[in-house]
């Protein structure tokens, strides 16, 4: 598609039940982030991936995240036992080698924990 | 560590009048930077940036000015128009941070009629 592609749009989970949120970027882009942005905060790294290298996870807030990046495309992020904390919207950019630093960020995914 | 901050929450300016938009970074080794606008329940889209070797970058209505030795930069808005009011969020990144932007908290800019 054009842009970045993030589904679901909006998800309400219970507490202590698992998330997948998916992302689908600009096609030919060879990086992909994950970031967050919870009620009234800024945008918070979460995790980063380029091309067959090792992601740079450091941004994860605990082991009960993952992201998996599967042909180099599609990206899924994984919230195990979701706490009320974990309520925020989820937002995924990816970016080209010909876009310099400039990424494009998708609609995001705004994920309620109750 | 905030590394990127912007300390105004808030802003509020008339259509017409010039909107400045503050943003202060700690790391040295930051060398591009980046404004994103965000309207309310859409992802961020970005709207300019500049090179640590420049001081200056105007795109239409959107002027950044970056003061390296005051790790200070800024956006200019002129005029501001009522479309213009959104969250607006600075970002930076550089060598050490590899590819990913720091951004700071935001700034609500409301541009009344």
């Known amino acids: 598609g054009a842009g970045v592609s993030q589904s679901p749009s909006n998800k309400v989970t219970e507490k202590g039940k698992d998330v997948e949120l998916r992302c689908d970027p600009i096609s030919g882009h060879t990086a992909l982030y994950w970031y967050r942005q919870s009620l009234g905060q800024g945008l918070e790294f979460l995790i980063y991936f380029q091309g067959n290298s090792a992601p740079d996870k450091s941004g994860l807030p605990s082991d009960r995240f993952s992201a998996e990046r599967t042909g180099g495309s599609v990206s899924t992020l994984t919230i195990q036992r979701t706490q009320q904390e974990d309520s925020a919207v989820y937002l995924c950019?990816?970016?080209?080698?010909?876009?310099?630093?400039?990424?494009?960020f998708g609609e995001g995914s705004w994920l309620t924990v109750v | 560590d905030q590394q990127v901050k912007q300390n105004s929450p808030s802003l509020s300016v008339q259509e017409g009048r010039i909107s400045i938009l503050n943003c202060d970074y700690t790391?040295?080794?930051?060398?591009?930077f980046l404004w994103y606008k965000k309207y309310p329940a859409e992802g961020p889209t970005f709207l300019i940036s500049i090179s640590s070797i420049k001081d200056k970058n105007e795109d239409g209505r959107f002027t950044v000015f970056l003061n390296k030795s005051a790790k200070h930069l800024s956006l200019h808005i002129v005029p501001s128009q009522p479309g213009d009011s959104a969250v607006y969020f600075c970002?930076?990144?550089?060598?050490?941070?590899?590819?990913?932007?720091?951004f700071g908290e935001g700034t609500q800019l409301t541009v009344n009629p």
């Open positions: 790391n040295s080794m930051f060398d591009y």
């Open positions: 970002a930076a990144s550089g060598e050490t941070s590899g590819s990913r932007l720091t």
């Open positions: 950019a990816s970016r080209s080698v010909n876009s310099g630093n400039t990424i494009y």
